[in-house]
């Protein structure tokens, strides 16, 4: 590992992109990459649109509209950091939807969307930062994934499943990117007070906080300070790991 230059600005001069940022757990990932010195590329759906640059104006960054599900996603985003940043060190992939339904009325569309944008995005994310030359060397990948991706979550086949998926993402990545000096990890947080939780019956939401070692639910803040763990460059001999952050399902 390297230690960081200045260890109350980690992230001095590097570039970052959050995907998601406009609010939740992405807005606070911006705000606490920002604090650590990064400039950080606050990136979430064109519909964001004021959220985002509320995050953007929050930060030390700038607002990018991107639908990460789109098939160019990774290519305009490397594009625009080339040509704004001449690239991009790190990347957290944190945008996420839920479609729950129980599984016998879980359809196709439901699977396909949450699919999309939960497990193919961040990968085809990195994979167009990679082809364009536009991931930096020595830099950070940070995926969001769940803890319902670890234990599974009724009424989430489609989200639980896209979660296990990041899990091997990163699992399969972590060599891969390790030839290029990249480090790849994920958080899976448990229950998280956002605007995606809120949408939960209060029974089930409750449930989920007990089902927590810790017997709450947690903070954006608590996720967000475990991504800049990963973003920090005292962290660049741990790849492939997945950190629960407040909670452990049933394990
Ligand atoms: P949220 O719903 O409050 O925010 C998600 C953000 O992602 C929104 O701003 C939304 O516009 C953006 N987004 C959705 N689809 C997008 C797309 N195609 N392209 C670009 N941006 C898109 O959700 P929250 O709670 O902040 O979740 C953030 C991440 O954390 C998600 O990946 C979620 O699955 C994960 N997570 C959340 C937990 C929680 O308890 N809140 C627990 C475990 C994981």
Known sequence: ???????????EGKVAVVTGAARGIGATIAEVLSR?????????IPAAGEALAETANKVRGTSFPLDVSADDAGAKLAEHALERHGGIDIIVNNAGITRDKLLANMDAARWDSVIAVNLIAPQQLVN????KGALKEGGAVIDVSSIAGIAGNRGQTNYGASKAGVIGLVDTYAPILAEKGVTI?????????????AAIPVATREAGRLMSSLQQGGQTVDVAETVAYFANPASSAITGNVVRVCGQGFL
């Open 128 to 131: 167009g930062l990679i082809e």
């Open 1 to 11: 590992a390297t230690a960081p230059k200045d260890w109350d600005r980690p992230l």
């Open 36 to 44: 650590d010195g990064a400039h950080v590329i606050c990136a979430d």
């Open 185 to 197: 990890n994920a958080v899976a947080p448990g229950f998280i007070e956002t605007k995606m939780t």
